[in-house]
């Protein structure tokens, strides 16, 4: 038994399974598939894998008035650690499409867990796929000081469907809730144990719909056991019992994805909307906006800042941070926008509306509490990109940040006379994140530039300390033109990313398909 699990000691655990709706709870109907009540009896029941067939007692659920009632239930099998798992499934009253879901949704599962918190080990919730993310994220925050797991879980294809991913996915969820304490909400799905608020939806249709581009799995589900990496897991590290906060501000939050010329004006409305309290902007690579003629783009973000409003700046990249280093991330901090770093538009959101809506804080209070890791939803940074300890640049590292700047602005003529006479060893020298000036290229906004770093012999294979090679780095922006020329100039992806690769090339096809990933 591993030392990690719940007490060798106990023969069965007790797991909550509560049923919000969504796909892996659908049957057929004239209509198309509809969510349907009675999954324990019609879903679970009758399947060796998840009943022995013992008939245990009911189980007494604590339900939405506070009244105690006694529910059916099952369990299963014993298990390869020497255990069953013990569970009673409870149904919202209205089953719901994920699409459908909304804070209040997320307040009810955030309740129900709370009511029940004493009388189970561990809690198992089923969820449309569309916004579980979301989800995750929402519950990642409202569920305070948690000391037990919370897994969440759904399906593409019905329970009762012939072919379904809904029958692995849920006992997977059920095996790990019921056998090993980690005191996190995670999502389960397709063998694999993610950190809920570092998850987000990757397609529509595939079983293996969902990614964690930023934070490796915390466990993975093989033929033989269940594999979890303890060193990730985040724990409570506050002397308070368990709590819940359901005030949330989501209606007063919106999301803004920056595009190529986007007009002032446009964000200036979204930014007066009447009781607007926070934005979640989406911007280029690194953190990057344009500021358009004057910075009457950066303008408008300042005025807003000064009014109130908290506005936070996450990259539209699947992978990577937002470092303010480049002039437009600069400009966008100066102006008092919180770098999101490596944080999903989910839980930037979630994050955000939970603090907005949390009793005592101040505006600076939620500024400093954004810019730190709360529930292992993002990757603090202590230094950033180019910067250097003593503040003082030796020779080598200041011409390299120049070329940085240089490439991030596309000037040209800098580019040219930062690399004429015996500069060209510039070419493979590599930044604090391991980034050469291709790597900076590769995302930037001239190809004229790139191809004067190649032509003059900069390396198209060499990986920054994410093990990103430029060709990958162009790809995942989305830069066909860039993307052709590099393979042009023999770039090709490391068997190393070719994983990642293929679960992108899901959703953008065409440029990973010029790269060579099918």
């Not at 014993?78 to 499409?97: C, G, M, N, P, W």
Request: one cysteine or more.
């Amino acid at each position: 038994m591993d030392q990690h699990s719940i007490g060798s000691s106990a023969l069965e655990s007790r797991v909550l399974i509560i049923m919000t709706g969504g796909t892996i709870c659908m049957k057929r109907s004239p209509n198309g598939f509809v969510p349907a009540r009675g999954f324990l009896e019609s879903g679970m029941a009758p399947r060796p894998s998840f009943n022995d067939f013992s008939n245990p007692d009911d189980i007494v659920v604590v339900v939405d008035d506070g009244t105690e009632v006694s529910h059916r239930s099952l369990r299963t099998p014993i298990s390869t650690y020497q255990k069953h798992v013990r569970y009673a499934v409870f149904e919202f009253q209205e089953l719901l499409d994920s699409s459908s879901i909304s804070s209040e949704g997320w307040s009810q599962i955030a309740q129900t867990i709370f009511r029940n918190y004493k009388l189970f080990d561990a809690f198992v919730i089923l969820h449309g796929t569309d916004s579980l993310a979301y989800t995750c994220s929402a519950l990642s925050f409202m569920l305070q000081n948690l000391g037990k797991p919370v897994i969440l879980t759904g399906s593409q294809a019905p329970m009762l469907e012939l072919q379904n991913d809904a029958t692995d996915n849920l006992l997977g969820s059920l095996i790990i809730a019921g056998h090993f304490m980690i005191p996190e909400v995670c999502l389960f799905f397709n063998y694999n144990l993610f950190r809920g608020n570092r998850t987000t939806k990757v397609s529509a249709s595939d079983f293996s719909a969902f990614a964690s581009p930023n934070a490796p799995p915390l466990g993975t589900i093989s033929s033989l056991k269940t594999h979890v990496k303890w060193e990730l897991i985040h724990r409570p590290t506050h002397l308070e019992p368990f709590s819940i906060q359901t005030n949330r501000a989501t209606g007063d939050v919106a999301c803004l994805r920056i595009f190529p010329g986007i007009e002032p004006r446009m964000v200036e409305a979204v930014l007066q909307l009447d009781g607007l309290k926070g934005l979640v902007l989406e911007t280029f690579g690194a953190g990057n906006a344009p500021g358009g003629p004057d910075g009457a783009l950066t303008k408008v973000f300042a005025n807003a800042i000064r009014r109130g409003v908290i506005i936070v700046n996450i990259t539209q990249c699947m992978t990577g941070t937002v470092s303010p280093l480049y002039e437009p991330a600069m400009l966008l901090k100066h102006a008092g926008v919180i770098p999101g770093h490596d944080m999903t538009s989910e839980a930037a959101l979630a994050k955000l509306s939970y603090l907005l809506a949390m009793p005592g804080l101040n505006p600076e209070d939620i500024v400093q509490k954004m810019s730190v890791s709360l529930r292992g939803e993002m990757t603090e940074q202590v230094n950033m990109v180019f910067e250097h300890p003593s503040g003082v640049l030796p020779d080598r590292l200041a011409r390299l940040t120049s070329l940085g700047y240089a490439i991030s602005k596309g000037d040209v003529p800098e580019i040219q006379k930062l690399l004429k006479g015996d500069h060209g060893w510039l070419l493979n020298e590599a930044d604090y994140s391991g980034n050469t000036p291709l790597h900076i290229a590769a995302t930037g906004p001239s190809l004229e530039i790139l191809r004067i770093l190649l032509t003059k012999g900069a390396s198209v294979h060499l990986r920054n300390n994410t093990g990103r090679t430029p060709l990958f780095a162009s790809a995942n922006a989305g830069l066909m033109e860039h993307v052709s020329l590099l393979k042009r100039s023999g770039a090709h992806v490391h068997a190393d990313e070719l994983s990642m690769a293929r679960l992108l090339a899901q959703s953008s096809p065409d440029v990973w398909s010029m790269v060579g990933v099918a």
